[in-house]
Nanobody, 123 residues
Framework: QVLLLESGGGLVQAGGSLRLSCVAS????????IAWFRQTPGEEREIVAGINWSGDMPYYSDFVKGRFTIARENAKNTVYLRMNDLKPEDTAAYYCAADTQYGKTHVSEYEFWGQGTQVTVSS
């Protein structure tokens, strides 16, 4: 059982930055692959980025590559998503997800989910 809590969302102007945090409640955080997904109303949830146990094999969706950076601090049970050069189309609810399997990119492949944090980017 893993409990996940996202934070760091908010309202930001286009071109600005935010850092999202995902804090996990588990004794074995380093064993989990952690991913960020996002979802807008009426749309399917889509993967944004993912990170492996050691943090040296990050995954980024094409629409955020070069702007977002995912990182983890296992000692703090935390995964971060640094979002730079935000665009209005980045507006969505952002969710943290965890699974013991590596490199999953689909919602159905993740066992544990947080409640989400809203990111709104104004033009």
């Amino acid at each position: 059982q893993v409990l996940l809590l996202e934070s760091g969302g908010g309202l930001v102007q286009a071109g600005g930055s935010l850092r999202l945090s995902c804090v996990a409640s588990t004794r074995t955080f380093a064993n989990y692959y952690i991913a960020w997904f996002r979802q807008t109303p009426g749309e399917e949830r889509e993967i944004v980025a993912g990170i492996n146990w050691s943090g040296d094999m990050p995954y980024y969706s094409d629409f955020v590559k070069g702007r977002f950076t995912i990182a983890r601090e296992n000692a703090k049970n935390t995964v971060y998503l640094r979002m730079n050069d935000l665009k209005p189309e980045d507006t969505a609810a952002y969710y943290c997800a965890a699974d013991t399997q590596y490199g999953k990119t689909h919602v159905s492949e993740y066992e544990f989910w947080g409640q989400g944090t809203q990111v709104t980017v104004s033009s």
